[in-house]
């Protein structure tokens, strides 16, 4: 994943711990192979550095080592759940090895085996079972504490955890996690993150592609398979790219873009961002997607970025597109082209109205990507239209509105409770998947994709 802080000065700070390392000041050998991390912070008040340091997963079977961040879990309480169900385990592991063995002493005097192949088979099931269940009791003891003040555990994020779906292993036991969780404990602000490898080889830490061996003292950024998993629930925001000019994000459904009316309706992505930066300028949004839309939004850091990319948003040169699945079968060939006027229906806000008189023209070219069959029960076997979406324009609401409308494509998007109708458990099927601009201070394009959850 990229890199949520900015590298320096934990670098530094980092090249600084290697020193450590290569010297014998601190327990650790190369012999360990182990990902080290260091994460530079401030308190909000004083604005004094605190320097935090993490190692990844155990040391030498153990989690606690004095001066260095604690896991996400109690150990006392991990202890207790692994010496509950180690015996246990560790009984079946023996049955199973001994019914192998009966077994090949039986082939070998050609007796029949499948009554011993039976039960092997259901003790090696009930085995897996029974790991799985300790597995999913030792994650319950993760605790991650987050940007916004809040606790949370894999139950609250981690999709299908409650129905016995698990994380991949060690997942929570990285540095990034680590340290951000006990920066977030103490009330600090997270300023800069950098995680090195220190061994002489490497066997479990793989990048994802399975290339390679992490190298001795090279720094990396967080994984994408574990760390991608809990620390955009920690941040509160999927940060997929950032600089010191601007960030790009995965914006979630049902999370505003920026601020609303009301005290229950602060919660944004805008105001998430301030937390995480707070040099950040007052107003980063320089466009907005819908609150029940998914996909990619560009936020600004800087003045100078903000009326750069405001300059293209404003001047129709930032190429997005968007895809939906509409709840039913759309029948067309080729690119279309869609311009229709609307306005805001002000005796039924926020909705958007056609009006030919006083509307503003939103322009949208849309093509059909691929047919679906709805599997949720209560729309089983309804045809679904994947739609790939490009707005020439930004107008409130357009591909909703263009979706919906009979001068449009006639068939609302899936999950629109303003102009369709949403089923229970039903999100809006509309993503922002693509995103190119010119950088503010690069001076080049960048573009940006997000696959559709959906």
């Excluded at 079946?92 to 085996?113: F, W």
């Excluded at 961002?273 to 040099?279: C, E, G, S, T």
Aim: charged share 25%; aromatic share 8%.
């Amino acid at each position: 994943m990229f890199p949520p802080l900015p590298l320096e000065p934990a670098r530094t700070h980092a090249l600084a711990l290697m020193e450590e390392l290569d010297s014998g000041q601190t327990p650790f050998s190369p012999q360990d192979n182990l990902m080290f991390g260091v994460l530079v912070c401030r308190e909000p008040e004083s604005r004094r550095q605190v320097v935090l340091r993490a190692f990844s997963g155990q040391f030498r079977g153990g989690w606690l080592v004095e001066g260095w961040v604690p896991p996400l879990m109690d150990v006392a309480a991990y202890q207790q759940q692994v010496a509950r169900d180690d015996g246990e385990i560790q009984a079946m592991t023996a049955g199973i090895a001994g019914l192998e063995r009966e077994i090949a002493a039986a082939t070998a005097a050609g007796r029949d085996v499948a009554s011993l192949e039976a039960r092997l088979g259901q003790l090696r099931r009930r085995r897996r079972d029974r790991s799985h269940q300790s597995l999913a009791a030792i994650y319950g003891l993760y605790r991650f504490p987050c940007a916004d003040g809040s606790t949370r555990a894999f139950a609250e994020f981690y999709p299908g955890f409650q129905e016995g779906r698990l994380p991949p292993t060690g997942t929570g036991d990285c540095c990034a996690p680590k340290l951000l969780g006990e920066a977030f404990r103490l009330g600090l602000e997270p300023v800069s993150l950098a995680e090195f490898f220190y061994g002489d080889r490497s066997q479990s830490c793989r990048f994802q592609e399975g290339a390679e061996g992490r190298r001795h003292r090279e720094f990396y950024p967080p994984c994408d398979e574990k760390c991608g998993l809990v620390l955009p629930a920690m941040l509160g925001l999927e940060i997929l790219y950032r600089d010191d000019w601007v960030v790009v994000v995965n914006k979630p459904a049902g999370l505003l873009s920026v601020p609303g009316r009301g005290p229950e309706n602060q919660d944004c992505v805008v105001a998430r961002l301030k937390r995480l930066f707070p040099q950040c300028i007052g107003q980063p949004s320089v466009h907005r997607l819908d609150q029940d839309t998914s996909g990619l939004l560009v936020l600004a850091l800087t003045q100078d970025a903000h009326r750069h990319l405001s300059r293209q948003f404003m001047e129709g040169s930032v190429y997005k597109e968007y895809e939906a699945l509409l709840r039913g079968r759309v029948v067309a060939s080729g690119w279309q082209h869609l311009e229709l006027p609307f306005r805001l229906d002000t005796d039924n806000r926020p909705r958007q109205i056609y009006d030919p008189l006083e509307g503003k023209v939103g322009v949208t070219d849309w093509r059909i990507l691929s047919y679906h069959r709805c599997s949720q029960q209560v729309c089983r076997d309804r045809v679904l239209t994947r739609i790939l979406f490009v707005p020439r324009t930004g107008r409130t609401h357009q591909l909703r509105l263009h979706a919906m409308h009979q001068r449009g494509i006639g068939i609302p998007i899936q999950g629109d409770r303003l102009y369709g109708r949403r089923l229970e458990g039903e999100r809006l099927m509309l993503h922002a998947t693509r995103l190119r601009f010119i950088h503010p201070e690069k001076n080049e394009p960048v573009e940006f994709i997000s696959p559709a959850p959906f």
